[in-house]
C-alpha cells in the first residue's frame, strides 16, 4: 500500500522542514498516515459535467498525484472543480493574450480587463483547492500534521 505523505525528510534527532523530530513524532505521523489508507483502492472516475480542457487537467493531476496516494474516491468533485478552475484559469489567460491586459470602458479610460479580473478570481479558486486536496508540498505536510496531532485543540479551527 502506498503512503498518504512521504516521511522520508523526518529523521529523529536531525533537521528536516525546521524542526528536530522526536520519534514519538515520527511514529505519530505515520501512525496518523496509515489511518486513512483503504483496504481496498477504489477507482476515481472523472466527473461527466467536466469540458474537454477539464478532464485534460483532470488526468495529469490523477497522473502526477498518483505515487502519493492522497487522492480518494470521495474526492472526485472537489478535484472536478479545480481541474474546471484551471481549465478556466487557462482560457482567461489565452483571451488575455488575445486581448491584452487592458480594456477602455465607457468613459474612455484604460482599465484592467475583465479577463485579468477573471484570472485573478480562478487563481484564486485553484489555490484554495490545491490546498484542500494536498496537491502541494505545503498542504501534504500540513496534513501529515494534523493528523499526527489528532485535533485536541479546541481552536484550532481559528488559525486553519
Given at each position: ?8 525528510h523526518?529523521r ?13 513524532e ?16 477504489r ?17 495529469k ?12 474516491k ?17 482560457e482567461?489567460?489565452?483571451?488575455i493574450?488575445?486581448?491584452?491586459y ?23 479558486i ?35
Amino acid at each position: 500500500m502506498g503512503q498518504i505523505v512521504r516521511f522520508e525528510h523526518q529523521r529523529v534527532g536531525q533537521k528536516g522542514g525546521g524542526k528536530h523530530w522526536t520519534e514519538q513524532e515520527v511514529k505519530e505521523r505515520e501512525a496518523a498516515a496509515q489511518k486513512f489508507v483503504r483496504k481496498k483502492k477504489r477507482k476515481m472516475k472523472v466527473p461527466d459535467w467536466l469540458t474537454d480542457e477539464a478532464r485534460k487537467v483532470w488526468r495529469k493531476t490523477i497522473k502526477d498525484m498518483e505515487e502519493f496516494d492522497v487522492l480518494d474516491k470521495v474526492d472526485e468533485d472537489v478535484l472536478g472543480t479545480y481541474c474546471d478552475a484551471v481549465a478556466k484559469y487557462q482560457e482567461a489567460n489565452n483571451l488575455i493574450d488575445q486581448n491584452g491586459y487592458t480594456e477602455i470602458n465607457a468613459q474612455g479610460n484604460s482599465v484592467v480587463s475583465a479577463y485579468v479580473k477573471l484570472a485573478q478570481s480562478y487563481s484564486r479558486i485553484i489555490l484554495s483547492y490545491s490546498n484542500k486536496l494536498g496537491l502541494n508540498a505545503e498542504a501534504r505536510a500540513r496534513l501529515a500534521k494534523k493528523m499526527s496531532e489528532g485535533g485536541d485543540d479546541p481552536n484550532e479551527e481559528l488559525f486553519d
